[in-house]
């Protein structure tokens, strides 16, 4: 599957397309990085897309979760997505992924987040996550070759099993839930207080997530920074 390297141009056309100032070399942690492109995508308690389904508490908003079944993340929920191919674009493998994956038509969605991750075997990814809050069709929830499919309700997350790092990078692709994840006891760890008190999660901002693995994908270190525009 391609890396920076073979997908340069086109990733480098994205970013300015999107107006940030920052390029596919700065992206690169060191070694091989695969590229993938992920997706929360949220309803409202009637499972109707949540932004016809007007605003609801975390309590009753739902968003599409993988039990994987394979690594990385073997037996954790997480969002869906895949890699991208040669010749696309993040937000092209967004598209395509989550139709091939949950069967759902991609309508409205905003990037939210850009991880760079390294330090462990299969865990080396730059990964674009995209939150969606329109879309059309109806989740798949049959057999997939990498997991089962479930709409599970925000409120679930904090007592779900989802990876460490997911725990961190959650107040970042829902800033406006920053609180009440806080009270939910989301992510205990001071470091990623410490971390989210110098940055703030914010509506408006797409962030740069930097994260360190050790052996077997434990998340040792995760530092996020705002992304700058033109």
Not at 103 to 112: C, D
Not at 123 to 147: A, Q
Not at 205 to 223: D, E, H, P, S
Request: hydrophobic share 40%; aromatic share 10%; proline share 8%.
């Amino acid at each position: 599957m391609p890396g920076v390297a073979e997908l340069y141009g086109l990733l480098a056309e994205y970013l300015d397309g999107l107006g940030l100032m920052l390029s596919p070399a700065q992206l690169a942690s060191g070694g091989y990085q695969l590229l993938a492109s992920i997706a929360w995508i949220e309803a409202g308690p009637d499972l109707q897309p949540a932004a016809l389904a007007g605003v609801h508490p975390p309590e009753e908003r739902r968003v599409v979760m993988l039990h994987r079944q394979k690594e990385p993340y073997a037996g954790l929920w997480t969002a869906p997505g895949g890699k991208l191919e040669l010749g696309e674009t993040p937000v092209a493998a967004f598209i395509r992924e989550m139709g091939e994956e949950t069967g759902l038509i991609m309508r409205n969605f905003q990037l939210r987040l850009i991880t760079s991750e390294c330090g462990s075997p299969g865990y080396d990814w730059i990964t674009f996550v995209y939150r969606c809050d329109r879309w059309e069709g109806v989740l798949d929830t049959g057999w997939h070759p990498e997991g089962r499919m479930e709409w599970v309700r925000l409120a679930d997350l904090p007592r779900r099993a989802i990876p460490d790092v997911d725990r961190q990078l959650l107040f970042y692709i829902f800033p406006e839930l920053a609180s009440y994840f806080e009270e939910a006891g989301l992510c205990p760890d001071p470091q990623a207080r410490r971390e989210r008190e110098a940055v703030p999660p914010a509506v408006d901002q797409i962030y740069l997530a930097q994260v360190q693995y050790a052996a077997g994908g434990r998340t040792v270190g995760v530092r996020i920074r705002p992304v700058a525009r033109r």
